[in-house]
């Protein structure tokens, strides 16, 4: 078998692993499925799924990121401006609206939330913000700010029934970035001034 064949092999093990684990999630608790259940499910050896993934832990991580990767390309192609990354991101997730409810179905959402900043991680190429060749820290910092303010509305969102469009979220979002500086006196005197009412040391 050549190295493609195997590579293929490989992704469609994995694939089929991971979409087991999904099925048996419709139909009884995560916590009452068990490594033979999604060997079962898969029609696989049980050696083949310990190949692939250590835990049934890291079967739905691998789920989690196979969307979170899909997101960031999604954002990538539609990142013009703010209103056009985060309608980019609030799509997306309104077109994989059942995952995320099998994930709250489960009571599962934190599974999610909790490895968000590993997978924004993974994304920015792991460099940390001290490293002299990487990305000044301001970016990575406003990155993972504005992803976690994109999720938290996109939460709330969930957990309220799913009720405004995805235009109405990005909407939301690009307000928040626009008017929420308001009332702060320093985002009032930097608009005033054009500088920083401490020693910008940082940004």
């Not at 490895?115 to 970016?139: C, I, M, Q, W």
């Not at 957990?159 to 939301?172: I, K, V």
Request: glycine residues 4%; proline residues 4%; aromatic residues 14%.
């Amino acid at each position: 078998m050549d190295a493609k064949a195997a590579a293929r092999k490989t992704a469609a093990t994995r694939e089929g692993i991971k979409t087991a684990l999904l099925c048996l999630m419709e139909q009884k608790p995560y916590h009452d499925i068990s490594v033979p259940d999604i060997v079962l499910e898969a029609s696989t050896a049980r050696c083949t799924f310990y190949r692939h993934f250590p835990t049934k832990d890291d079967v739905l991580l691998a789920c989690c990121k196979d969307r979170f990767e899909g997101l960031l390309q999604r954002m990538h192609e539609d990142a013009h401006t703010f209103h056009d990354t985060s309608l980019g991101y609030y799509k997306y997730w309104q077109d994989h609206l059942p995952f995320l409810q099998l994930l709250q179905k489960q009571d599962l959402l934190f599974f999610f939330t909790k490895n968000l900043d590993r997978f924004l991680y993974e994304v920015t190429g792991g460099v940390h913000p001290s490293e002299n060749d990487g990305p000044p820290a301001k970016v990575i910092y406003h990155f993972f700010c504005s992803m976690s303010a994109m999720s938290g509305i996109l939460l709330y969102w969930l957990n309220t029934g799913c009720r405004e469009s995805a235009e109405q979220l990005a909407q939301f979002f690009v307000s928040f970035l626009a008017e929420g500086s308001d009332g702060d006196e320093d985002c009032r005197y930097f608009r005033e001034h054009r500088r920083y009412p401490f020693n910008p040391s940082y940004v």
